[in-house]
């Protein structure tokens, strides 16, 4: 089954600058792959899925990358806020009707 | 419009006792379910998955039990507890398709389990 990587426990940035988090995974590329935000004590909430055709989507202030090559997949949050603090998992498809999810990256914007 | 209800929000429960946690979905039909655990700081483990009433899918063996007795309601069930039993569970529900198709995962509010 997949294995799925996240680049590192916590980021910290400060407020207006670009966050980029990264998802990298092992075995075969997913037909998509999600990006789900999650505050603390609450479940995740859905961001962005990216298909393995695209290489590119947005929405809003955030930016998702998918590189099969390097079995990669690159989150970005542009002009960054307080607000924006949360930690942030990645989701492939793993099997069936099933998933798997990175550990998350914890970002912190500091004002 | 689709929602989840998880209950309870926490629950504390000495060692060697029961559990019950439920899970129901409104606003759709035929949804996959699933239970997963986080523990502190850590990612989701998925426990269980159901893509219909009594068909249940086990990802980890472990003390755990789940059940689906209707369509739209999911029930994770534990005859005796165990203090690694402690976590944060959540309930997710998503469209049923084939590989491929996007297929969003919708989580409860979660349930903070404490074993003592």
């Known amino acids: 089954s997949q294995k799925i990587e996240q680049n590192s426990e916590a980021l910290n940035i400060q407020e207006g600058k670009t966050a980029t988090l990264t998802c990298n995974y092992t075995n075969y590329s997913p037909a998509y792959l999600q990006w789900y935000r999650q505050d603390p004590g609450r479940g995740p909430v859905f961001l962005l899925l990216?298909?393995?055709?695209?290489k590119e989507k947005r929405k809003e202030r955030l930016k998702v990358t998918f590189d099969t090559t390097l079995k990669q997949s690159l989150f970005h949050i542009t002009a960054s806020q307080p607000a924006d603090s949360a930690t942030y998992l990645c989701a492939l498809p793993n099997y069936g009707q099933n998933f798997v999810f990175g550990p998350g990256t914890r970002l912190s914007v500091l004002p | 419009s689709q929602t989840i209800h998880q209950w309870p929000a926490t629950l504390v429960q000495p060692v060697g006792s029961p559990l019950s946690l439920e899970c129901t979905v409104e606003g759709t039909s035929n949804p996959n379910l699933y239970w997963y655990r986080q523990a502190a700081g850590r990612g989701l483990q998925l426990l269980f998955y159901s893509v219909g009433i009594g068909q249940i899918s086990s990802e980890v063996p472990q003390n755990l039990s789940a059940s689906r007795p209707q369509d739209r309601q999911f029930i994770l069930s534990s005859k005796k507890l165990l203090l690694s039993d402690s976590g944060f569970y959540l309930c997710a529900w998503s469209t049923q398709g084939l590989a491929g198709i996007k297929n969003i995962q919708y989580f409860g509010a979660g349930t903070r389990l404490s074993v003592l």
């Open positions: 990216i298909r393995e055709n695209e």
